[in-house]
């Protein structure tokens, strides 16, 4: 039976549950099956090498942030054959996240809406976690590490938990994100404002300097940037990532907007809005951010990516690699290899 046959039998089911009730089971689901060796049967991507940041990349199409946000399943997820793995955001002290439910899927717009508030188990676990994969013991492939701030740290403090996540995460990453976009933290956007993002990443590239030296290894740095940004913000950015020689971009977060879901139940509630109702803002975004920067830096595409053609699409927008989520949930783990597929060079 193929994958895409399976998650069609499958995903009634799991629909049929809160979404993030869904989510809780399927991970743990997952892990068992790759620890069985139950998911060979998955055809993975054909080889397709990319290098990026310095780095390369078995294919061109990763997992997103935010399905893993504590590094657990990090062995099942790389079963599925993805380029890349990215897990987190992950903040310096374990926080609970905001009260539930915070996650609601809208069917009709092929989208998600969540306000999860970085719940996770804190750095330490998270480093733990990661230590223990299979994934990062074999040095399997690229493994991403996404951090983030505190709910209760003020704003004005928040360098402070992204200069600590990244002293804990350096040496088990391939790159580091540094998610300044997400919208259900307080005040978090604030760090995408002119004055305050050059003062964050000024700190953060003179501890990638000082980490470097003392790991003797280079761990680039990646921004994660909202898809809610106007054509000004969007040149403050790209200015700010030249001045400080960041190492990437990642292009977008979730939207606060809701134009594409009004009127739809679960539309109007709180949150970050994801999957296909994302795909153009976050397009459009990665096109500004390509006449900015050029061939400076690379930007990872993200956002509503639901079959092959709308991972093509980002690369004709101006990214270098793509990354999904939100399109997982709603087409199956075989969106991976359709995605590789679609933008294969050659």
Do not use: W
Not at 34 to 53: I, N, S, Y
Not at 236 to 241: P, R, T, V
């Amino acid at each position: 039976m193929s994958e895409k046959l399976l998650y069609a039998l499958t995903r009634p089911l799991l629909f049929a549950l809160d979404a993030e009730t869904a989510h809780k089971l399927t991970l743990p689901a997952l892990r068992r099956a790759a620890a069985l060796g139950l998911t060979r049967a998955v055809r993975k991507p054909a080889p397709d090498p990319r290098t990026v940041m310095g780095i390369t990349f078995p294919n061109p199409v990763g997992l997103a942030a935010g399905l893993d946000k504590d590094g657990a399943y990090i062995d099942g997820l790389a079963a599925l054959g993805f380029g890349s793995i990215e897990v987190g955001t992950v903040t310096p002290r374990a926080q609970a996240g905001n009260p539930l439910p915070r996650m609601f899927r809208l069917p009709a717009a092929r989208g998600i809406i969540n306000r999860m508030g970085f719940n996770n188990g804190g750095v330490d676990a998270f480093v733990a976690n990661v230590q223990a994969s299979k994934f990062y013991q074999n040095k399997e492939g690229v493994l991403g590490l996404n951090i983030g701030k505190n709910a209760d740290t003020p704003i004005e403090r928040a360098a402070d938990d992204y200069l600590l996540c990244l002293e804990k995460v350096y040496p088990y990453a391939s790159y580091v994100t540094v998610n300044i976009s997400s919208p259900n933290t307080k005040n978090l956007r604030q760090l995408q404002g002119a004055s305050e993002l050059d003062a964050l990443l000024a700190q953060l590239k003179e501890a990638q300097s000082r980490l470097a030296e003392r790991h003797k290894r280079y761990v680039p740095i990646t921004l994660k940037i909202a898809p809610d940004i106007d054509a000004e913000q969007i040149k403050n950015i790209a200015g700010a990532l030249l001045r400080h020689k960041i190492d990437g971009v990642i292009a977008t977060n979730t939207t606060l907007s809701r134009t594409a879901v009004a009127g739809m139940r679960h539309g109007d509630e709180a949150g970050g809005l994801s999957g296909a109702p994302v795909f153009e803002l976050s397009n459009a975004v990665i096109r500004a951010l390509k006449a900015e920067l050029g061939d400076a830096l690379p930007i990872i595409g993200v956002g509503g990516i639901m079959c092959g053609a709308d991972a093509k699409a980002k690369f004709d927008a101006g990214a270098a690699l793509v990354q999904l989520y939100s399109g997982l949930i709603y087409t199956g783990p075989a969106l991976v290899r359709d995605c590789a597929q679609a933008v294969r060079r050659g």
